[in-house]
């Protein structure tokens, strides 16, 4: 039985979840979508005795990346002290340029600029091990032109971002969004790992991947 184990905060005006994922015994863990509060997100984690090593990205939109750079700036700090490496943000290839233009990723029109600078762009089917965790990196273009999602082979779940939610799926109106994209991701990569796989999304609760291919009418 798998002891890498998920946890959420939801955070902001938006109510993003934000996700956190590490091994039971382990003081490392990995922070997907720091929607806000960067710093608090690290004092609660701290109160865990959890210090975050690298944070992921699912997209680019503000309600998603809005606290990442206090977040790794708390983080640096305590990796400094204790002769860690500095944090990474990791993102998607083709989310760069959208990571760094507030009008695309609609931080602009919030009225609080917001912008993140990746140090390390991933490639469609690249698989990462941090800390002893297998991530497989899934490019899930549709919601925006560079969203991915991350599949945990081991611990049978998924963070899909808003590609995909409970019976539903990200919007596709906002900069770089295609219907036509998303429901192919979802169902060119989604629909294809196991049914048991649980989903973990941007907003709401969570799903499995069998519950979606029988009930979703977005990817029927």
Known sequence: MSNIRIGH??????QTNCYFVYRENSDKVLVFDPADHGEKIEEALGQHGLHTVAIFLTHGHFDHIGGCAELKAAADAYAGEHGWEPVKIYAGEAEKDFLRDTKSNLSKDMGRPVTVTADVYLQDGEELN???IRIKVLATPGHTAGGVSYYFPEGGFLICGDTLFQ???????FPTGSMSTLVRSVKEKLFTLPEETVAYPGHG??????HEKKYNPFCV
Do not use: N, P, Q
């Open 9 to 14: 905060m939801t955070l902001g005006i938006y």
């Open 205 to 210: 609760d969570s799903t499995t991947i069998g």
């Open 167 to 173: 019976e539903s799926v990200g919007r596709t109106d």
């Open 130 to 132: 941090l800390d002893g």
